[in-house]
């Protein structure tokens, strides 16, 4: 933010109208929120500076200023931002627009109404004022009139091709990290999602899979034996959006039959979102596809969560927001459920009882999938304990038996305690040691991964340690508690 600060003590002398400048102060003030809003979010209390320093300025060690004095002044910050950066859409979905702003604050203020919402202990102030404050950022954006939903094209395609076009779709897409084939701007999508040695070899579960809808609106979860359908039959029928996040069905690459390649995943479930579908890219890393940071769809979700959390969410509401994404998804019956899903709530959210807003926070997590939101919506809903379930994956019929994952006639994956001395070709032989990996029912079951490792929450985790650097420099920074 020091770069930030130091624009904002000199612009003034620049010769250009007062527009030019309020302008050019919003995108500086913009920037500096954004910084702060991050740091906020990691460390919780965090020392505020909104002045260059020098070196020997005493404030340079300073202790920590709370939690709400700093949000209170990022909030100020997005207001002016809001309020002046110039308001032409950018179709390039690169520069900061009046949009972005507005788009970014409705994220902000959803943030930290929902977190001093949910985490009372901290006594950090009233959260209705920052839910009002999203839910008015997102509608102001809804109502602008400049954004909709990308629809356009194959109802199989038009959610991933958010993800995989090098030209931003700028009909939803408000602010994206530019790639290009031809500048040689690249990411490493392919090389982090399918690698075995790259990337963290990421894989959704089986527990997470269940929550996507069947195409008909109704709940997967609602049938018997749920958890214990063969993958091949268990993906069917469902929102367009699986098929548009993992590997299934009939997906190929370059010509060929690509089913779920266990050198990369450990459930199954591996996803597709992000990767080109050309293999050239993966192994290195020159992905051209532009990357999403803020969509059109979040806003709908941020201004829907907001609404819902004040308890002010109405079915107008519901046909402006859920509906619209469930519709654009294939979905047929989007009406507003009454009833709260016991699967949702015994999985996940014990403690919401509201169906409402069970099911935003079911199309949150569908929606945004993979892209960076999932740990700090558990953060901020105090949710932490979470991250203790067991990894599951898709459900195995029989030990030894391979299986045609893709229903082309040639099997895909085994599931076996010891390698078998002749292999079927083009199978992969996924060894159950019933340590790292076991199957629930021992020889048939679901795919357990890594359950022979320690997962405890513990409540000081839900803010970072301060790095120990830094507290070295200055000691009045001091630690947060526990780390």
């Not at 930290?112 to 009233?126: A, D, I, M, Q």
């Not at 090389?191 to 899979?209: D, E, M, P, V």
């Not at 996924?430 to 990996?437: G, H, K, R, T």
Request: charged fraction near 25%; aromatic fraction near 14%.
């Amino acid at each position: 933010m020091e770069n930030e600060n130091y624009f904002l003590e000199h612009f003034g002398q620049a010769k250009i109208p007062t527009e030019a400048k309020k302008h050019y102060e919003g995108i500086a003030r913009f920037f500096r929120a954004f910084i702060y809003f991050e740091k906020i979010k990691r460390f919780g209390d965090v020392p505020w500076y909104n002045k260059t320093l020098n070196i020997g300025d005493p404030e340079l060690y300073k202790p920590r200023d709370k939690r709400t004095l700093v949000m209170d002044s990022v909030l100020a910050d997005l207001n002016f931002a809001c309020e002046n950066i110039r308001n032409t859409k950018d179709n390039s979905c690169s520069q900061i627009t009046q949009w972005v702003a507005l788009a970014f604050k409705s994220k902000v203020c959803l943030f930290e109404g929902t977190f001093r919402k949910y985490h009372p202990e901290l006594n950090l102030g009233t959260y209705t004022k920052w839910l009002q404050e999203a839910a008015n950022a997102a509608a102001a954006v809804r109502t602008s009139g400049k954004y909709t939903l990308n629809t356009s094209g194959d109802t199989k395609l038009n959610y991933r091709n958010l993800f995989i076009s090098e030209t931003p779709l700028n009909n939803e897409i408000i602010l994206v990290y530019v790639c290009n084939k031809s500048l040689r701007v690249f990411n490493d999508a392919n090389w982090f999602y399918t690698s075995a040695t790259y990337g963290n070899r990421i894989s959704l579960t089986k527990t997470f899979a269940n929550t996507y809808l069947n195409i008909d609106g109704s709940r997967f979860t609602d049938q018997d034996e749920y958890n214990n359908i063969p993958f091949q039959q268990e993906v069917k029928n469902r929102d367009l959006r699986l098929q548009q996040t993992i590997r299934m069905g009939d997906y190929t690459r370059e010509g060929q039959p690509a089913p779920p390649d266990f050198t990369y995943s450990y459930t199954g479930y591996q996803p597709l979102k992000f990767t080109l579908d050309s293999k050239g890219t993966d192994g290195v890393a020159e992905n051209y596809n532009s990357i999403p940071i803020i969509r059109y769809a979040e806003v709908l979700l941020n201004e829907a969560k907001a609404k819902a959390e004040l308890q002010t969410f109405t079915a107008a509401d519901w046909n402006l927001t859920i509906k619209l994404l469930r519709q654009r998804a294939g979905i047929t019956n989007t009406a507003m459920p009454t009833t709260a899903d016991p699967y949702l709530m015994q999985q996940y959210f014990s403690d919401i009882t509201d169906p409402v807003l069970l099911e935003i926070r079911r199309e949150r997590s569908i929606e945004l999938v993979l892209e960076g939101f999932r740990f700090y919506d558990l953060m901020r809903w105090n949710a932490g304990t979470l991250l203790e379930k067991s990894y599951i994956g898709l459900y195995v019929p029989k030990i030894d038996d391979p299986i045609d994952l893709n229903e082309d006639g040639k099997p895909d994956v085994a599931f076996v305690k010891k390698t078998p001395a002749t292999k079927v070709p083009g199978v992969y032989y996924f060894l159950i040691d019933d340590d790292q990996s076991k199957l629930s029912e021992g020889t048939k079951g679901n795919l357990i991964w890594l359950d022979n490792i320690s997962r405890k929450w513990e409540a000081y985790k839900y803010v970072y340690p301060i790095p120990y650097n830094e507290i070295v420099l200055n000691p009045a920074l001091e630690q947060n508690a526990h780390w």
